[in-house]
């Protein structure tokens, strides 16, 4: 029997928002976004896991096909809610997985409030208020990093790796001029550490230099880029005539928390400038999506330190401000608020010093007929994004005026001495190292080895000596052994959830050393939770061992 489409169109309206207020309507929009969460909560238990943690049919999931009928909105949220089965819950004390952390209430509202009308932050025409918060978060964040805000400029974009290309976009219009317009035509690198985030290869590659385009400069133990021999690179680059598109610093390295010398790299940038007399500046980008959040401790007075950290915590935090102190010395920087600043994703924002540079990427009015006749804001004129939503915006400022700059300062100083604590507990036993006790965050990178290895030699020897590689690779394997067991135990509630990095970083001899992460970013996590990590790898060292 065939139904007029009007009455079933009737329907379908009632799964919207209404677009004038209805009480009724309102209500039960407002118990289906309630019922949601009731579902959701029902799924947590004491593991740091919501619901069942199961193997997944990717085979089933193969086969599905738009069904003929729809379903309620009730039957749908059930159906969703399904789907979160499984999921690591960030906030949790035992979760210490990578750098994801627990979204705050408020930014919680925030990306949902930005969600109801949908707007587009192309055009202040579409997104009107939410226009001027991301003018807002842009003066902000300028201010605290150093920047002069009247000059600053910056937009929100599709992550870390947008913040980064942008940064050498931009770069590569100043090195090339017209690329934009013709294409890149002669020889470009791009610099960064071989311990920054690998999105470097994608930007280069994406924007037409090519992966093999990018030089990855060495680190020194603290993982931070050997500034002498990006000058001996980039000097040989220069001699060869081939354009430096940018120099990616990274400001908090993923891994290991390595902080670049930005000053220093400025330094070298700027007598590279004179002494090959480039008709051009090399864009320097601050990659700071992790390491921005110490700035808030850059007026911090650590002499009398008024929030009492501990004083290993306080030299922790004191050792990281001071590089980022210099992020004003950047060109351009990101920042991701989905990181340590507590915002569900996307939260991302690039920030230029000079909001001119962004000119060279604009495009003429005549290439978009249909948009920007009016209104005073219009990034869509030179984003790659036509579409971008206002939640990461609205979720950022939500957060920034929840926390002030003490509330982060306070956030950030727990978790720093959540990890000074860890690594305690690590250096308490000899089965236990830790490879990057110099870094200032809140990610320690450790190995365990058998009984009987002199733990406080290994690490050196592995690092250096190339009569160790069997070993290495042994006690890699040895490694790999103590994550799954660590993380099956934690999947089952019994533990801690940690993370595993195949490379730390290279042997001297070209041999990857396996590590495991622990990145502690939740509020929650406290002296007696950080006691279950050596708990359960010791646990695991023993099963290995039987």
């Known amino acids: 029997m065939t139904v007029p489409y009007r009455e079933l169109l009737s329907g379908l309206r009632q799964a919207f928002p209404q677009p004038v207020s209805d009480r009724v309507h309102d209500s039960y929009f407002i118990h289906s976004v309630m019922r949601a969460m009731d579902k959701m909560d029902a799924l947590k238990s004491e593991r740091p896991v919501l619901g069942e943690y199961g193997p997944l049919d990717y085979d089933r999931a193969q086969n599905a096909h738009l069904p003929e009928k729809g379903m309620s909105v009730e039957d749908v949220t059930t159906d969703l ?18 750098v994801i952390p627990p979204p705050t209430i408020s930014s919680l509202i925030g990306v949902l409030l930005a969600s109801f ?4 932050l192309a055009w202040d025409e579409y997104s009107h208020r939410l226009a001027v918060a991301e003018v807002e978060m842009v003066a902000m964040m300028a201010r605290l ?50 311990a920054s985030h690998y999105c470097r290869y994608n930007v280069a590659g994406w924007l037409g230099l090519g992966a093999r385009s990018v030089v990855a400069i060495p680190t020194d133990s603290r993982n931070a880029m050997n500034v002498n021999l ?29 902080i670049d010398d930005l000053a220093a790299v400025v330094a070298v940038r700027d007598a590279l400038v004179d002494e090959f007399n480039l ?107 036509t579409s971008r939503a206002g939640g990461g915006v609205l979720a950022a400022l939500a957060n920034m005026k929840l ?20 690594r305690e ?25 058998p009984r ?34 660590v993380h099956e135990e934690a999947m089952a509630g019994r533990g801690v959830v940690l993370s595993l990095t195949d490379c730390y970083r290279v042997s001297r001899y070209g041999e990857p050393i396996v590590a495991l992460k622990s990145f502690i970013l939740s509020p929650f996590a406290d002296e007696d939770k950080i006691a279950v990590v050596m708990k359960k790898v010791l646990e695991a060292r023993d099963r290995i061992e039987m």
């Open 279 to 385: 008709s051009y500046r090399p864009h320097v980008h601050a990659d700071a999506v992790i390491g921005w959040a110490w700035a808030v401790f850059n007026e911090y007075d650590f002499e009398s330190n008024p929030l009492g950290f501990r004083p290993r915590t306080l030299r922790s935090l004191a050792g990281a401000q001071q590089p980022i102190r210099s992020l004003s010395l950047a060109d351009s920087l990101g920042i991701d608020f989905h990181k340590p600043g507590f915002a569900p994703y996307i939260s991302s924002l690039v920030l230029f010093q000079n909001r001119d540079d962004l000119e060279v990427i604009r495009r003429p009015q005549e290439q978009m007929p249909y948009l920007f006749q009016f209104g005073k804001h219009r990034p869509g004129m030179y984003t790659v994004e």
């Open 81 to 98: 809610v399904s789907y979160c089965s499984g999921l690591i819950i960030p906030g949790h004390p035992h979760t210490q997985q990578n």
């Open 452 to 485: 009987g290895v002199d733990t406080f030699r290994i690490k050196e020897a592995e690092q250096e000596d190339s009569s160790y590689r069997e070993t290495l690779s042994a006690h890699n394997a040895y490694n790999r052994k103590i994550f799954q067991y």
């Open 403 to 422: 926390f002030g700059k003490q509330g982060l300062q306070v956030i950030i100083g727990h978790i720093v001495e959540m990890t000074q604590l860890l």
């Open 230 to 258: 990006l000058r001996e690179q980039a000097r040989e680059s220069l001699r060869r005539g081939v354009r430096i598109a940018a120099i990616v610093v990274t400001m908090g390295t993923t891994d290991a928390f390595g």
């Open 117 to 120: 009308y949908n707007p587009n």
């Open 145 to 194: 990093v150093g920047y002069e805000a009247d000059r600053a400029g910056g937009f929100f974009t599709f992550g870390g790796t947008g913040t980064t290309l942008y940064g050498v976009k931009i770069g590569l219009e100043k090195a090339v001029p017209g690329a934009m317009e013709s294409g890149v035509r002669e020889d470009v690198v791009l610099f960064a550490s071989e």
């Open 425 to 449: 507990h690590l250096e308490g036993h000899a089965c236990a190292t830790v490879l990057n006790r110099d870094s200032f965050g809140p990610v320690t990178l450790f190995r365990v080895y």
